[in-house]
């Protein structure tokens, strides 16, 4: 059984930076596609992030070039750097785990707010 715990989620001004993390229990990390997914206030839940195994990533085009999605093997953990952050970023941001069976973690909140 697979169990993703995120934390980093917090209050940042408009401008700032945050880093999420996702740690990942299970040996199947290694062999999966992690991402994250955020679902704004009110709205439906949208992919933000991929990272293949080999490590080839994919962005959506509101958080290319000021997102980066990275991992670490070693210590089972994908990580989040958000910069330049805006209001529009606000979400319940979910780490998940793609393999044979698709995993979710609980979620972890930020606002960007002033």
């Known amino acids: 059984q697979v169990q993703l715990v995120e934390s980093g989620g917090g209050l940042v001004q408009p401008g700032g930076s945050l880093r999420l993390s996702c740690a990942a229990s299970?040996?199947?990390?290694?062999?999966?596609?992690m991402g994250w997914y955020r679902q704004p206030p009110g709205k439906e839940r949208e992919l933000v992030a991929t990272?293949?195994?080999?490590?080839?990533?994919n962005y959506a085009n509101s958080v290319e070039g000021r997102f980066t999605i990275y991992r670490d093997s070693a210590k089972n953990t994908v990580y989040l750097q958000m910069n330049s952050l805006q209001s529009e970023d606000t979400a319940v941001y979910y780490c998940?785990?793609?393999?044979?069976?698709?995993?979710w973690g609980q979620g972890t909140q930020v606002t960007v707010s002033s």
């Open positions: 990272i293949t195994v080999a490590r080839s990533t």
């Open positions: 299970g040996s199947s990390f290694s062999a999966s596609t």
């Open positions: 998940v785990q793609s393999g044979v069976r698709t995993y």
